[in-house]
């Protein structure tokens, strides 16, 4: 289910062909964080006629710039307990995640307040996440 790819920085399109600088036209929402990319691609099947290959693929990719590495899960690979199993781990890791997240966004801000600028997380951007138009659900 997972596929990995060692070109950080560079996009693949459909075809494998490799564009820099370009987003590939099966991109259909992506995020820039500090460690890396989340995208979510969606592309219609060119399979032979089989249950597995009815409706658009979609899957999700993580590009992590630390490792310099792309994960990429096909999520319509699953059947729907499968998916609900995904979601219910990926919703509790961010739920887990979540109040050390916002202790130390607090206390660098308040480091930040007091005089204290060593804390890298007060100079990152605010990400975005962007949706192709047409594209969301």
């Known amino acids: 289910m997972a596929n990995t790819s060692d070109n950080p920085g560079r996009t693949q399109g459909r075809r494998g062909k490799w564009e820099r600088g370009k987003v590939p036209t099966d991109r259909v929402a992506w995020t820039e964080f500090f460690s890396g990319k989340l995208a979510v691609n969606r592309y219609a099947e060119e399979v032979?006629?089989?249950?597995?290959?009815?409706g658009d693929s979609v899957s999700l990719l993580l590009q992590s710039l630390f490792e310099r590495r792309t994960?990429?899960?096909?999520?319509?690979?699953?059947?729907?307990?499968?998916?609900?199993?995904?979601?219910?781990?990926?919703?509790?890791?961010?739920?887990?995640?979540?109040?050390?997240?916002?202790?130390?966004?607090?206390?660098a801000k308040e480091a930040f307040e007091h005089g204290d600028g060593s804390y890298e997380r007060n100079y990152r951007s605010v990400p975005t996440v962007v949706v192709r138009e047409g594209q969301g659900s």
Not at 48 to 54: I, L, P, R, T, V
Not at 81 to 98: G, W
């Open 71 to 107: 994960v990429r899960f096909i999520l319509t690979n699953l059947t729907a307990a499968e998916l609900n199993a995904f979601e219910r781990v990926v919703t509790f890791a961010i739920s887990e995640a979540r109040p050390t997240v916002e202790l130390r966004d607090r206390l």
């Open 48 to 54: 032979e006629d089989s249950a597995e290959s009815k």
